[in-house]
């Protein structure tokens, strides 16, 4: 069975860093491309990060361009998700997702649970 | 770039078959795969279909794909819904760069 399982998120204030990590079992995770999607409170999904399954292509959204930073290792089966420079605005709850094939273009198969991020002062 | 506009909530009674509706703005709905996903209240989403119509292993048949050029619109149908499927429903594709989620639809089963 396909698992994802995410961790790294909690309370940060604005302008501080925080590290989300993202660990895969139950398939191959190095054969993946894998995706970063956030939902505010009460809010929609909205796509953050995506990385093909070498690491050689990656995308984020222009709202947190320049500020988040996706990477991964395969060894072990983890994905990542550096924020830097952190505001209110991305306040929420951070889903990996795994891809149906190797590209970031590939959409979205098995969602995580989510890990929680706070913002606040 | 464009954008992908769902209704803002649907209801239904049990039973019967409702249909949701992605419309993109700017660029030919054909031109990209559109996906659907389904969250309930607390939940994960779960992706529901892949790539206009496919069904992962484990959805039941009742929920089916497609996409209609004239309108350049996507539609997710629901056939004899039950009360669990009162859920939100988004809508995504991908733009060549980025990938572009619909608002979501709240259905709500009655």
């Known amino acids: 069975e396909v698992q994802l399982l995410e961790s790294g998120g909690g309370s940060v204030q604005p302008g501080g860093s925080l590290r989300l990590s993202c660990v895969g079992s139950?398939?191959?995770?190095?054969?993946?491309?894998m995706h970063w999607v956030r939902q505010a409170p009460g809010k929609g999904l909205e796509w953050v990060s995506s990385l093909s399954w070498d690491g050689g292509i990656i995308g984020h959204a222009v709202s947190v361009e320049g500020r988040f930073t996706v990477s991964r290792d395969n060894a072990r089966k983890s994905l990542f998700l550096q924020m830097n420079s952190v505001r209110v605005e991305d306040m929420a709850l951070y889903y990996c997702?795994?891809?149906?094939?190797?590209?970031?273009?590939?959409?979205?198969?098995?969602w995580g649970r989510g890990t929680r991020v706070t913002v606040s002062s | 770039n464009f954008m992908l506009t769902q209704p803002h909530s649907v209801s239904e009674s049990p039973g019967k078959t409702v249909t949701f509706s992605c419309s993109r703005s700017g660029g030919s709905i054909a031109s990209t795969y559109v996906h659907w996903c389904q969250q309930r209240p607390g939940s994960s989403p779960i992706t529901l279909i892949y790539e206009d119509n496919q069904r992962p292993s484990g959805v039941p048949d009742r929920f089916s794909g497609s996409i209609d050029r004239s309108s350049n619109s996507a539609s997710l149908t629901i056939s004899e819904l039950k009360t669990e499927d009162e859920a939100d429903y988004y809508c995504q594709s991908y733009d060549g760069t980025n990938w572009v989620f619909g608002g979501g639809t709240k259905l709500t089963v009655l």
């Open positions: 997702a795994k891809a149906w094939g190797p590209y970031h273009k590939d959409g979205f198969h098995v």
């Open positions: 139950g398939f191959n995770f190095g054969d993946f491309a």
